[in-house]
């Protein structure tokens, strides 16, 4: 399901172990993963290794390259497909 996801450009995202889960997936040159509490986004995939409570909050102030996971998870899903993945060549990269 995340290759089918990924290669269809659509928005992904993971935090704590789940981040594993997707790099398995979908893990190809150029991509990158968080493995820290810091925010990850690379083509449309917003990774954070370990979860603070604060990446969770009531509201919600979609932008790109926000800092925390929910705003910049919910921006790339507003954005429908991650178009510059296609445009790199990395979508047919993964086999689904």
């Not at 993963?33 to 990446?55: A, D, H, R, W």
């Not at 790109?64 to 790199?88: C, M, P, V």
Request: with cysteine.
């Amino acid at each position: 399901w995340v290759r089918e996801a990924y290669g269809h450009l659509k928005a992904i995202g993971a935090t704590g172990e789940a981040v594993k889960l997707v790099k398995m997936a979908c893990e190809l040159p150029g991509m990158e993963f968080s493995t820290s509490s810091e925010v990850t986004n690379s083509y449309g995939v917003v990774t954070v290794g370990n979860v603070q409570p604060e990446s969770f909050k009531e509201t919600l102030q979609m932008a790109k390259g926000a800092k925390d996971f929910l705003d910049n998870y919910t921006y790339e899903i507003s954005q429908h497909k991650n178009w510059q993945r296609e445009l790199d060549g990395l979508s047919v990269m993964v086999a689904y």
